[in-house]
């Protein structure tokens, strides 16, 4: 990546490389109720309505949510990488399923055409949020919820937090510069309350903490982490000593059977569409 790429930049660039990357690092992830953090979400779509996944990637939330017996005709998919709407097509239970290669801060899509929109991991990534909210408040139906499941930050003093340090000294180490990504608003409780509010549309925004477990030996913890956006900014020779050490250090922290605790924080986000 170029030292002055933008975060949108850095992140098509990503997808390009990586389609479905989000689905291989999450899908098996586990919350402390045992669900996936896609069937958290997925438990806030309306299932008699249409729904709107925002910054669907390869289509993974969009397929479960035809395993739980949701019409694909009442199914829309948006995301702004062409990779990843491209994955997405591949998919054969999402035949059917209208999916479409448009930004989130203006969709083209009818207004209030929605009863419920998710969004899984792909809020907090959104550069110029205050237009992504008022295109959410312009989709949704009056009653209509927006869901959206977000990153939180590090879960406990584990292998996210040991990678996070190794990524920073290698990233300094040569000087790799990474672009300000999303808003830090929308990674915050308060933060979303300022963006969700009656002014624009919403009559309320609930947002509950949750721990997701995303544990495994050290090669498929580092498999899961190395996924992050911010790893497009190193060289390959600096991205391969960060996985030496990072594997080398995880191993440390290996229970008996090997595994490697790995913890992140999420927030799930519900907001409501007010009446007009």
Known sequence: MSPTSTADELLLAFHARHPGATTRAFANGRLEDG????????????????????????????????????????????????????????????????????????????????????????????????????????????????????????????????????????????????????????????????LFHPAIGFTSIDVSAHIIRLDGDAERVWEILAGMYQMMVLTSDAAARLRARFVADAAALADASGTVPCTMRLLLATATRSSR
């Open 35 to 194: 669900r996936s953090s896609y069937e958290l979400l997925a438990d806030n779509a309306d299932p008699g309505g249409v729904t709107l996944d925002l910054g669907c990637g390869d289509g993974h939330l969009l397929n479960l949510l035809i395993d739980r017996g949701f019409a694909a005709d009442r199914l829309v998919g948006v995301d702004m990488s062409e990779s990843e709407i491209a994955a997405a097509r591949t998919r054969p239970a999402l035949t059917g399923v209208r999916l479409l290669c448009r930004r989130a801060q203006g969709t083209s899509l009818p207004d209030a055409s929605f009863d419920s929109v998710l969004s899984h991991l792909a809020l907090m990534l959104m550069s110029d949020v205050e237009r992504v909210v008022t295109e959410l408040a312009r989709l949704l139906r009056p009653g209509g919820r927006f869901a959206a499941v977000v990153g939180g930050g590090s879960g406990e003093c584990d292998a996210f937090e040991l990678f996070l340090d190794s990524f920073r000294a290698e990233a300094e180490r040569c000087q790799a510069k990474v672009p300000p990504i999303g808003d830090r608003r929308t990674r915050d409780p308060s933060g979303l309350a300022t």
